[in-house]
């Protein structure tokens, strides 16, 4: 991760691309939780979007940038399609569909241990309406059932989709790269000639302030699991850069006094061991020691509230 990714973009350090060169943008599509981040970190090789077993985790749509000698892919991970409850819903659905018009290729992605099901069906819709060319990805390869009959019905499912529609197809399994090799060739193809979009070891254009943020809710979904599902929004409040350690302190936003009750647990122990997992993921981030201390604030109803989505840093994007 370099830091202050938008001053190093000021600094000119994008080369002039080669005869032949490729680029361009990939829109990653799909329900909630098919493996999107996953697949975009395994993609650019370091994680720069939160993964967790709980459904409709990214909010932001984030840039994965994969710069190889032939080609510069920009992954952009968009939140899960899916029925909005919420004004942060409607603002996510929104977003990812938004995606959906402003990229080069759409790589739809499915869950590959189960059948094509209406959600799938659902978007599919949504991208024969487009005129950007779909690749379909059946993630989760190393997850299928034992049972072969099983395992042939679901990839029978997801070919008739995709032939139905002359999509190209590829199976593999994000979390441990298998097939990748075949998906990445897939996406070079399809991408016209074209420049340099960012300097070469730029893996995300996000600040790190916003990783930062995001680091700490992955943590909160995972020690919490249900408990605090989507009702936490991050406001990093201070980042203060020394020598030999960076110092972090950020504020956990929450909807109820029963949610800020659970994030700082029985003497304070949840909070901690938040704060603990947190520090070591953006230790590595920053790639120094980090102090990291965090506060709990309860913002009754901010989900349904424009403004306070928008001081949150939750917006239609453009």
């Not at 024969?128 to 997850?143: H, M």
């Not at 990839?155 to 090799?181: C, E, H, I, M």
């Not at 302190?249 to 009750?261: M, N, P, Y």
């Not at 901010?302 to 239609?316: C, I, K, M």
Request: charged letters at 20%; aromatic letters at 6%.
């Amino acid at each position: 991760m370099t830091n202050g990714s938008f001053d190093y973009l000021e600094s000119n350090l994008i080369p002039t691309a080669p005869e032949g060169f490729r680029s361009g943008f990939v829109g990653i599509v799909g329900r909630p939780n098919v493996g999107k981040s996953t697949l975009m970190n395994q993609m650019v090789g370091q994680k720069i979007a939160i993964t967790s077993p709980i459904a409709q985790t990214t909010r932001n749509r984030l840039r994965g940038i994969l710069t190889l000698p032939e080609a510069q892919i920009i992954f952009v991970d968009t939140p899960g399609i899916h029925k909005p409850h919420h004004e942060l819903g409607h603002v996510l659905v929104k977003n990812a569909c938004l995606a959906i018009e402003s990229v080069d290729i759409i790589l739809l992605v499915v869950d590959g241990t189960v059948e094509l099901g209406g959600g799938d069906r659902f978007i599919a819709e949504l991208l024969t309406r487009t005129s950007v060319p779909v690749i379909l990805g059946v993630n989760k390869a190393d997850q299928q059932p034992q049972n072969s009959e099983a395992v042939a019905a679901i990839d029978q499912s997801y070919q008739t989709l995709a032939s139905d529609r002359n999509w190209p197809l590829v199976k593999f399994s994000a979390l441990t790269g298998s097939g990748l090799d075949l998906l990445q060739p897939q996406l070079v193809e399809h991408l016209d000639p074209g420049p340099y979009y960012y300097p070469p070891d730029l893996v995300t254009d996000q600040p790190e302030r916003f990783i930062m943020g995001e680091l700490i809710r992955e943590q909160i979904l995972l020690l919490t699991r249900e408990e605090v599902p989507h009702s936490v929004a991050i406001a990093i409040d201070v980042v203060e850069e020394a020598p030999t350690i960076t110092r972090i302190l950020a504020t956990i936003h929450v909807e109820r006094d029963s949610q800020k009750g659970i994030l700082i647990g029985k003497g304070g122990k949840m909070l901690k061991d938040i704060g603990t997992a947190a520090r070591q993921q953006i230790q590595k981030l920053v790639m120094g020691k980090v102090y990291l201390e965090l506060f709990v604030k309860v913002q009754p109803k901010w989900r349904q509230s424009r403004s306070r989505l928008a001081e949150l840093g939750y917006r239609v994007e453009e």
